[in-house]
């Protein structure tokens, strides 16, 4: 996950944006670490003060000032214990999990899984093979610094929104694809603050409420203890992000 833009159009440091009792960073942190078995990894910009993470978050730091995502990239992919990462910005705060694993899934025999959506490519919501590492770093000490570079020399599978869509389990829960939706400027952020919060089936019940986080959903249903189950996995961060279509079971 890339932390270390400058955020010249919002005006202040995305990352530490409020979001619905965390931040943009760390929302969109544990967005994809429902979403992977490996770990989480933050890029940050030398000397830049994040805000608080999670446990097991790896942060790193891109010590070269200037030079874009590409960079961030290599230092990020060099890091990941895994063969392949998925790679986002920190501004997704409607970044779905089925969305990450779907793009994940479609690496396969390819180097790069680069969805094609919403008018544009998204090289910040895309899979990468970690093994790119030298190539990404070879491509910024020549200057290209741009990501079209980087996939001029390796095998890319683009994924428009037909393709994306085709998944069922993805066009359930996210049929606008607004796990492409980043915050750019004050307006964005402030839109995005007033969308409603997603609904989720909550068990026992089974009941439907609107809510952010595990801990919302708890407040909903006015419960002060419980043991939570997400994904099929324990959830015992109360922060952890909902989405749309989610079943969360409180004990």
């Not at 989480?40 to 910009?45: Q, S």
């Not at 730091?61 to 992919?77: C, I, N, R, Y």
């Not at 998204?122 to 990468?128: K, R, T």
């Not at 952020?189 to 919060?197: D, I, K, N």
């Amino acid at each position: 996950m890339l932390a270390g833009g400058r955020s010249v159009r919002m005006g202040r440091a995305k990352a530490a944006l409020e979001w619905h009792g965390s931040t943009l960073l760390a929302r969109t942190v544990r967005a994809v670490a429902r979403a992977v078995d490996g770990p989480v990894v933050v890029v940050r910009a030398a000397g830049q003060r994040l805000p608080s993470l999670p446990p097991g978050v790896d942060v790193l730091e891109d010590e070269q000032v200037g030079l874009g995502p590409l960079h961030g990239m290599a230092v990020g992919l060099a890091a990941v214990r895994a063969d392949r990462a998925f790679v986002t910005a920190t501004d997704a705060p409607f970044l779905h999990p089925v969305f990450v694993r779907r793009v994940v899934a479609a690496l396969e025999d390819f180097d790069v899984a680069l969805p094609v959506a919403r008018g544009f490519q998204q090289p910040l919501a895309a899979a990468y093979a970690t093994s790119l590492a030298p190539l990404v770093g070879s491509l910024v000490a020549d200057g290209r610094l741009k990501p079209a570079f980087l996939f001029e020399h390796c095998r890319v599978v683009r994924l428009d929104e037909a393709t994306l869509l085709a998944d069922p389990a993805l066009v359930a829960v996210d049929p606008e694809l607004e796990s492409l939706v980043n915050v750019n400027e004050p307006a964005d952020y402030e839109a995005a603050l007033t969308r409603p919060a997603p609904l989720v089936t909550v068990y026992p019940g089974p009941v439907t409420v609107a809510a952010w986080t595990i801990a919302e959903a708890a407040d909903a249903l006015s419960l002060t203890s419980y043991a939570a189950t997400l994904d099929g996995r324990p959830a015992p961060d109360p922060l952890t992000p909902l989405s749309p279509g989610d079943t969360l079971h409180l004990g």
